[in-house]
């Protein structure tokens, strides 16, 4: 039978339980130089633009979003959120999220941190309140403004996130309950667990796993982020790697103690399956794919838990993909979001290939993401080797190892975006480079 996901109206959930209660520099302006200067849509399709004036900005967040060629008339709306030293710009590239939005017409919405650390604010009192201020209230504006400008559908707001992004991800779940449907959060920490009162952005005890509490604690400690708040909870989705010596892997553990107590259901899983053979995933509270609690264990993995082959669970959890089963990762159309319409790379039965797709050029300058595609065997690892044909150089890069002699150009993985699936293609990195845009030729080895 197919699964039924609960719609319902967070509005009016509010009103019944209580009376009434964002390093911008010149570079990220060229690599993304589509701004909206007002308050106001629709913002163009198919790219990555920025908006500028979203509403209260307490965190000094920049604001990215990226509206599919197809958008839905009543869209869903997804919040991507990056992890450390990260950006919009890295998490628009790196992940999965923005081809997808082509296939399921959802609208994704990117944070951008701009302070020194480039760490989202998940520890301070006014992020763990609800409206306190800080980041959570600066995410909060900009699904506001998508709202005030798309018919977005209040009852699928969604959020995902990687590290600092998982950790917010859990915040938001806390602060927002009301405006999110679900969360999918890779290799975080439990709401409030990096809380500290010095200023400090970053809690050892939480970190190292030394932070322990009972299911009831930790669900107290979601509650009291809005207190009197009686209406119905986000769903959460939370992955971990065992091997995690950033964030221990006891805060996994931590996370399902805490989100079971929030929805109210038991610590037993009612369902337990093996999706890849390191894998292991339990439901909580319901069998089905869109239980209140899914997590996943990855056995072996450290902090860069996320891969290519993750995202049509998220997709599947939300309910964002109902047409498709991920335990057989749908055949669906891997081309990038792009107004060319680049066609991904033919696959290569000896390896892996790649090309560079120019998404934008001022004439100055431009952007490009590479995508590399898997043979017929999935690809652990790739190196990147090409030669400038006119004197093209990078100016700045994220996602990959980049080094340059000349005009030849070496890149490689950084760990969290090795593994691509055989057949499949990864939108893997991407860069700013100088002069006029090119698509050499580029030999992807495996590795």
Not at 64 to 83: E, R, S, T
Not at 163 to 181: E, K, Q, R
Not at 268 to 273: E, G, H, L, M, Q
Request: one cysteine or more; aromatic letters at 10%.
């Amino acid at each position: 039978m197919t699964p039924t996901i609960r719609l319902r109206s967070r509005r009016a959930l509010v009103a019944v339980a209580t009376a009434v209660f964002v390093v911008a520099g010149a570079l990220v302006a060229l690599a993304m130089p589509n701004q909206a200067e007002a308050q106001q849509g629709p913002l163009p399709t198919g790219r990555l633009t920025q908006v500028t004036n979203f509403g209260g900005n307490p965190g000094n967040l920049e604001m990215y979003v990226y509206v599919p060629n197809n958008v839905d008339p009543n869209p869903a709306l997804l919040v991507g959120i990056h992890w450390c030293t990260g950006s919009a710009q890295a998490f628009y590239s790196g992940t999965e999220y923005a081809r997808l939005a082509e296939q399921y017409g959802y609208i994704v919405v990117y944070p951008s941190v701009t302070r020194s650390s480039k760490c989202f604010d998940v520890s301070s009192p006014q992020a763990l309140t609800r409206n306190g201020g800080s980041d959570p209230v600066s995410i909060k504006s900009m699904i506001d403004w998508v709202e005030s400008n798309y018919a977005i559908d209040s009852d699928r707001v969604f959020a995902t996130g990687v590290s600092s992004g998982a950790m917010m991800t859990n915040v938001l779940l806390g602060d927002y309950p009301d405006v999110f449907a679900a969360g999918s959060a890779f290799a975080g920490v439990p709401f409030a667990c990096f809380a500290t009162t010095n200023g400090s952005e970053w809690n050892s005890q939480c970190s190292s796993g030394q932070l322990i509490h009972t299911p009831q604690e930790w669900g107290d400690l979601v509650r009291g982020a809005y207190p009197g708040y009686s209406g119905e909870r986000p769903r959460m989705q939370t992955w971990h790697g065992t091997l995690d010596d950033t964030l221990d892997y006891q805060n996994f553990e931590e996370q399902i103690k805490q989100w079971t107590n929030v929805q109210g259901v038991s610590q037993t899983p009612v369902y337990t399956d093996h999706p890849q053979s390191s894998w292991t995933r339990t439901r909580y509270g319901d069998s089905g794919p869109h239980a209140p609690v899914e997590a996943i264990s990855v056995a072996g993995a450290g902090h860069n838990v996320i891969t290519s082959a993750m995202a049509p669970y998220v997709m599947e959890f939300f309910g964002l993909n109902e047409d498709t089963d991920p335990t057989d990762p749908p055949d669906d159309d891997t081309t990038p979001p792009d107004d060319d319409d680049t066609t991904p790379p033919p696959t290569d039965d000896e390896g892996c290939t790649a090309v560079i797709d120019v998404v934008n050029d001022w004439g100055s300058g431009w952007q490009g993401n590479v995508l590399i595609t898997a043979g017929d065997s999935a690809v652990s690892g790739w190196t990147l080797n090409w030669t400038w044909p006119s004197g093209q150089s990078i100016t700045s890069s994220w996602n990959a190892d980049v080094s340059s002699s000349g005009s030849s150009v070496t890149a490689g993985d950084v760990g969290w975006n090795a593994d691509i699936a055989a057949g499949q293609t990864m939108n893997a990195w991407g860069f700013v480079g100088s002069g006029s845009s090119a698509s050499p030729q580029v030999t992807c080895t495996p590795a």
